[in-house]
C-alpha cells in the first residue's frame, strides 16, 4: 500500500517560485507515475503533470507548461513540483497522486492529502 505525504505549500507573491514534495513510502518510484493535480476553489479538479517511472518521461497541462516542472530523487523516493512564475490563478490544493502509468486523475491508485498553495500579493 502506498502512502504519499505532499509537503512544501504555502504564500508566494505573483511572480514567485515554490518547490512541493511528494515523499513516497511502501513502494519505489521506479516502478510508480507520479501526478500532480490541483483543486481551486469553487473549481474541478485539474491535472498538473506527470512523470512516468524513473523519471525518464514528463507531460504538463498547456497551463503551466514552461513554469512548473516534475521531477524525482529516487535516493529520497520523493517527487517534486517545482513552480516558477506564479500567477493568482495557481492558487490552489495540490495533490500527488500514484499508478503504474500516467493516467489522469479518476485512474490514479494512490493520494496525498493535498497542500495549499496561495498566489496572492
Known amino acids: 500500500q502506498l502512502q504519499l505525504v505532499e509537503s512544501g505549500g504555502g504564500w508566494v507573491q505573483p511572480e514567485g517560485s515554490l518547490r512541493l514534495s511528494c515523499a513516497v513510502s511502501?513502494?519505489?518510484?521506479?516502478?510508480?507515475?507520479i501526478g500532480w493535480f490541483r483543486q481551486a476553489p469553487g473549481k474541478e479538479r485539474e491535472g498538473v503533470g506527470c512523470?512516468?517511472?524513473?523519471?525518464?518521461?514528463?507531460n504538463y497541462a498547456d497551463s503551466v507548461k514552461g513554469r512548473f516542472t516534475i521531477t524525482i530523487d529516487n535516493g529520497k523516493n520523493t517527487a517534486y513540483l517545482s513552480m516558477r512564475m506564479l500567477k493568482a490563478e495557481d492558487t490552489a490544493v495540490y495533490y500527488c497522486?500514484?499508478?503504474?502509468?500516467?493516467?489522469?486523475?479518476?485512474?490514479?491508485?494512490?493520494w496525498g492529502k493535498g497542500t495549499l498553495v496561495t498566489v496572492s500579493s
Open positions: 497522486a500514484a499508478n503504474p502509468y500516467c493516467v489522469g486523475a479518476n485512474y490514479m491508485d494512490y
Open positions: 511502501g513502494g519505489t518510484l521506479d516502478k510508480y507515475a
Open positions: 512523470i512516468s517511472p524513473g523519471g525518464r518521461l514528463t
